[in-house]
């Protein structure tokens, strides 16, 4: 039986085509909740981004953030934390500092950048967001740094990163996190904090960061507009965002009548 069901934002919940939640995933997301379903998010996005997009549509009740890094309560309080080590931090923040390449920073409260540029304007032009304040790294925990970089460029600051490993998420953009997390470790301690089982969850993804997440998950669905990785770690693949794509995952499993629209 599933009794909670973790959501990506990008792609997959919030449609950057239209620019908003697909109404048929609004409807569909409180109709579960009317039947006692828990409802989570789970995405690289930091909090201050999530607020901005979503806003108090929907009231989840938890979150995985910055692709597990960091791990909320239904009243967004912080129960699990994994920062980037102080020693890959502190070769990030020289890297940082060079200014060779757009580099954001999140740290618990804080999402800044570098510099930007018209790469980095564009690819987050692509995800509904806006670019962060431009400002200097004073020492703080990382959680999840974005870089936009080529390819060259992207294995010159990851080869001395020897605890970290990274996803893309956009052609010439990618998300480096600690080398022990990722959406599934947040999951897990979001699970425990809930008391749940890996067996009672479902979880939407369409990127490349969401493959170890519908793969551990009892139900995993990748978006028919989804990259090949999380096609291929899914159990099923439903329609696009944008062609009802998470109302009918839910009528093809049975939580939601056949009826619905």
């Given at each position: 039986m599933i009794?909670?069901?973790f959501f990506d934002i990008d792609g997959t919940l919030y449609s950057h085509r239209d620019h908003r939640i697909p109404e048929s995933a609004l409807w569909a997301l409180e109709a579960l909740r009317k039947q006692g379903v828990l409802l989570f998010l789970s995405t690289g996005r930091h909090m201050i981004m999530i607020e901005h997009l979503l806003g108090n549509q929907i009231p989840f009740?938890?979150?995985?953030?910055l692709t597990g890094q960091i791990c909320l309560d239904r009243e967004?309080?912080?129960?699990y934390k994994n920062p980037i080590c102080r020693e890959d931090t502190e070769k990030i923040a020289a890297f940082f500092n060079k200014k060779t390449v757009p580099l954001t920073l999140m740290e618990e409260n804080r999402r800044y950048i570098n510099f930007t540029s018209?790469?980095?304007g564009d690819a987050l032009k692509r995800l509904?967001?806006?670019?962060p304040p431009v400002e200097a790294y004073q020492g703080g925990e990382l959680y999840q740094v974005s870089g936009f970089l080529c390819e060259e460029a992207a294995k010159e600051l990851l080869s001395p990163l020897?605890?970290?490993k990274y996803t893309s998420w956009?052609?010439?953009?990618i998300d480096i996190i600690s080398a022990d997390g990722g959406k599934t470790v947040g999951i897990q301690k979001l699970l425990e904090h809930y008391c749940l089982s890996p067996d009672s969850i479902m979880a939407f993804g369409d990127g490349d960061n969401d493959a170890d997440m519908l793969e551990f998950a009892q139900i995993g669905v990748a978006m028919g507009n989804g990259f090949q990785k999380a096609k291929e770690a899914a159990g099923y693949v439903t329609t696009d965002i944008d062609d009802d794509g998470i109302a009918n995952a839910l009528k093809h499993f049975h939580l939601l009548p056949a009826s619905f629209s």
């Open positions: 009794k909670a069901i009740d938890g979150y995985v953030s967004k309080r912080i129960f018209q790469a980095s509904s967001s806006f670019s020897t605890n970290c956009d052609d010439g953009a």
